[in-house]
């Protein structure tokens, strides 16, 4: 999905095995606290997913749904062993969404 050039005509939406975009029917800029210069803004009439906000990621910061949660959200490497998120994944019991559809999703909800 690129943003950049989403016509809007939400097929991807639909295609969408994990109903996880959303289609911005309104401008969303007036609801955010403060514009970001170094990362372009949302806009009407495009659909949207999450990004993980992968322009804090590029700078070494956790997404801000994982800040704000205080340690309800965990973020961070499956591949490590000794990640907080592999211990938390180790230590409970978790699921994700339809890993039948064999796209291996790296979302996991601790049950």
């Known amino acids: 999905m690129d943003e950049g050039k989403c016509i809007g005509c939400k097929y ?5 095995p994990y ?5 911005n029917f309104q401008d969303p ?12 803004t949302r806009m009407r009439g ?3 997913k999450c990004t993980f906000c992968a322009e804090r990621l590029e700078k070494g910061l956790l997404p ?6 205080e340690g309800a959200i965990l973020f961070g490497d499956l591949r490590d062993p000794d990640s ?24 996991y909800y601790i049950i």
């Open 12 to 16: 991807c939406m639909a295609a969408c």
């Open 19 to 23: 109903g996880s975009r959303s289609f």
């Open 29 to 40: 800029r007036p609801f955010l606290k403060e514009l970001n210069a170094a990362y372009p």
């Open 46 to 48: 495009v659909v949207e």
């Open 64 to 69: 801000v749904c994982v800040e704000a949660s």
């Open 84 to 107: 907080v998120v592999s211990k938390a994944l180790a230590e409970n019991y978790s699921i994700r969404r339809k890993p039948s559809l064999g796209t291996d999703p790296g979302v």
